[in-house]
């Protein structure tokens, strides 16, 4: 497929619902940092899930998060519980690659 093929075939999502989400500013509690421990993560992704409970694009962000296999959280939905819905990552780590088979 030549490369002009690509750019005619490539498929644009509407992420306009983005602009409303409750999570502006807050990536840190959404994507882990490097080494982050099982305690650490249980804390952030409450505080994450607090802030998903608030935002009125919840259902359209976590059906993104699905289709897309998005890593972190979204939609009030961990990627433990986003695999464990039957929506796998792609490129599972940890305990999640261990059970993929
Ligand atoms: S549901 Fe949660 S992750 Fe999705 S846009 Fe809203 S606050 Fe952000």
Known sequence: MAAV???????F????W???AACKGL???FFPLPAE?????DRREAAAK?????????ATCREFA?????????GGESED??????????????VRARNVG
């Not at 093929?5 to 498929?11: E, K, L």
């Not at 421990?37 to 993560?41: D, E, K, M, N």
């Not at 699905?66 to 979204?74: A, C, V």
């Open 5 to 11: 093929d690509v750019v005619f075939h490539r498929t």
């Open 50 to 58: 607090s802030v998903c409970a608030s935002c009125t694009v919840n």
């Open 13 to 16: 999502t509407d992420d306009r």
């Open 81 to 94: 519980e986003r695999h464990a819905a039957g929506f796998r990552l792609i490129a599972p780590i940890g």
């Open 66 to 74: 699905r289709t897309n296999h998005e890593y972190g959280f979204w």
């Open 27 to 29: 990536t840190h509690l």
């Open 37 to 41: 421990r099982p305690q650490a993560r």
């Open 18 to 20: 983005m602009n409303s």
